[in-house]
């Protein structure tokens, strides 16, 4: 364990951004981690370094304890961040590239496989600056499965999620969120044109609730990315530059276009009256009127392809 100097007081409104910082020419996925901490006005409140992690910091969400989890999946690295300013390496999971993890209404965790194979389509690696690892002992990247442990990290149940591999062919769970009942896990390979499901209960695949087949129409191809349910059920879903609202048919029943694209990650806050939403490639954090689409405010990390995860903290028990 190590001090977290450099975060304040968690208090309720605070944002939390993952923004590692890319200082390896070599790399364009390493990096010193950091964690950036903004108060309930979007001003700057606080930094944090980490030394545990090498590449991308992602899947920031905190838990009923308020504990801050983030993830490296390069490094197999899960952190938990404690309020106190301990920063607590969760080692019992084992070498897997994590990359998020969902709170079951039992108590348990969900953690996703980020990647998937052992091979790289070649036209994406040829343009690829990092170097994607095998899990230790396998010539495998991972299974793009999704793990139950329980809350001291006893494995539970593994989960054999099918993945698309996105636009590189080997991203696995990269993105997903939990029904309210804790039954049914909706989810994504980011880049890729499936929104995918997982009857988390009967233990088996579901049909897409949404999916595309080329020949696409004229524009950007289909892409998901981020996706979380509100409270209520209603289910909210990033496609680069734009917000929809999927009911539970698959229909697109709402558009909330953004500006520019890379818009990959979301945070529903206060009921799901707003969301904070990040660009991959900007950088930028915004927080948008989920009723009328209007930008509520803006954070400029300064971070471009940087930001993988985001946050806003809600209290304990939230």
């Not at 981690?33 to 903004?38: K, M, S, T, V």
């Not at 496609?239 to 529903?268: F, K, N, Y």
Request: include cysteine; aromatic fraction near 10%; proline fraction near 6%.
């Amino acid at each position: 364990m190590s001090a977290a100097q450099g975060l304040r007081p968690f208090a309720v409104g605070d944002v939390f951004v993952a923004a590692t910082v890319l200082d390896n020419p070599a790399d364009d996925h390493a990096g010193r981690g950091r964690i950036l901490q903004f108060d309930a006005n979007l001003q700057p409140k606080g930094e944090l370094y980490l030394d545990a992690t090498t590449h991308l910091v992602g899947g920031l969400k905190f838990d009923a304890r308020g504990v801050l989890w983030a993830f490296d999946s390069h490094a197999f690295v899960v952190l938990n961040i404690h309020a106190d300013g301990r920063v607590e390496r969760r080692t019992e999971f084992g070498a897997r590239s994590w990359s998020h993890v969902n709170f079951a209404p039992d108590g348990s965790l969900l953690l996703a496989e980020h990647v998937v194979g052992e091979s790289i389509k070649p036209e994406i690696q040829a343009r690829m600056k990092t170097h994607i690892p095998f899990m230790p002992g396998t010539q495998r990247f991972g299974d793009g499965h999704v793990f139950r442990f329980a809350a001291d990290g006893k494995l539970l149940r593994e989960y054999a999620t099918e993945t698309h591999g996105g636009m590189g062919g080997f991203l696995g769970v990269t993105m997903s969120t939990l029904s309210p009942d804790g039954n049914t896990l909706v989810y994504c390979s980011e880049t890729g044109p499936r929104l995918m499901r997982y009857d988390l209960v009967a233990d088996r695949q579901l049909p897409d609730l949404q999916s595309f087949a080329p020949p696409y129409p004229p524009g950007p191809p289909p892409m998901f990315f981020g996706m979380e349910y509100a409270p209520d059920g209603t289910l909210y879903v990033l496609r680069g530059s734009s917000i929809h609202v999927v009911d539970a048919g698959g229909q697109s029943v709402r558009q909330i276009a953004l500006e520019g694209g890379g818009w990959a990650t979301i945070d529903l806050g206060d009921g799901a009256r707003y969301a904070f939403i990040s660009s991959f490639f900007s950088g930028e954090v915004a927080k948008i009127d989920l009723q009328s689409g209007a930008k509520l405010g803006r954070i400029h990390t300064g971070a471009p392809k940087s930001v993988a995860g985001l946050v806003e903290y809600r209290g304990e028990g939230r």
